[in-house]
Structures are given as structure tokens and as C-alpha cells.
């Protein structure tokens, strides 16, 4: 066998064991090309679901990105169809408490909207709250 060979296949199984030590610790190596960037998802809850004028009601979203999540705003829905930011919260976890008012749509919206560090975004989908008189 010829030293070259030989160095060939010391190589060969060097980069087998880094490739099985790095599979077997989760690591791995990947290449790509072009913008693999994902927007963030999110969701939002509701608690409670029913409630009074004047009650306070906590909104939850649970946001998600394959980098970062910047921010997420919180918005209520109105009847018209336009939406008025709520407030915003920066860091986990995402929850923002709001006290429903007198005048509240006996079927009042929210939804959330999950913001990265590039700027991209997604809306939840709408939770409702019920309001009782």
C-alpha cells in the first residue's frame, strides 16, 4: 500500500468519526444557499373566555423562530374590520392583560403578531373573548 493511500484512508475515517460524533450529539454541518430565513408562527390564548365589561382579561401568544423573535404586538379587532395595537411585549412570555370596556362588541377579537430580527412576520389566528351583560 502506498503512503498516499494510507493518509487517503486515515482522512476517510476521520471524517466518519466527526461525522458520527457530531449525528450523535444533534450537530451536524449543513450548506445552503439563498434567504433560509423562516418568518415566526404564532398563537394566541384567551383567558378567561367569557367575560364582564370592566374584567381584565389575559392574552397569551406563544411565539417561535428559527433565529429570534424581535417582538410581539397584540391587537384588538374591531367590528369594522381595522385592528388597534393593544401594547407589545419584547422579551417571553409574550402575555399582555387587558380590561375589556363597557362598550365591548358582545363578541370581542384578538390576535398577535409575532415580529423577527429581519423584520419578517405572522399573525395568529383570532381569539375571542364573549362578552356577557
Do not use: K
Request: aromatic letters at 8%; hydrophobic letters at 45%.
Amino acid at each position: 500500500m502506498s503512503p498516499r493511500r494510507g493518509s487517503r484512508r486515515a482522512a476517510g475515517a476521520a471524517l466518519l468519526a466527526a461525522t458520527l460524533l457530531l449525528g450523535g450529539c444533534g450537530g451536524g454541518v449543513w450548506v445552503g444557499v439563498g434567504p433560509d430565513d423562516d418568518p415566526p408562527g404564532v398563537a394566541l390564548a384567551v383567558s378567561p373566555t367569557q367575560a364582564v365589561p370592566g374584567q381584565t382579561v389575559a392574552l397569551l401568544a406563544d411565539a417561535r423562530d428559527d433565529y429570534h423573535v424581535d417582538y410581539v404586538a397584540f391587537y384588538q379587532l374591531l367590528p369594522d374590520g381595522s385592528a388597534v395595537r393593544l401594547g407589545i411585549q419584547f422579551t417571553p412570555p409574550y402575555q399582555l392583560n387587558v380590561v375589556l370596556p363597557t362598550d365591548a362588541a358582545p363578541l370581542t377579537q384578538f390576535f398577535a403578531r409575532a415580529v423577527d430580527d429581519v423584520g419578517q412576520f405572522a399573525d395568529s389566528a383570532v381569539a375571542t373573548v364573549q362578552v356577557l351583560r
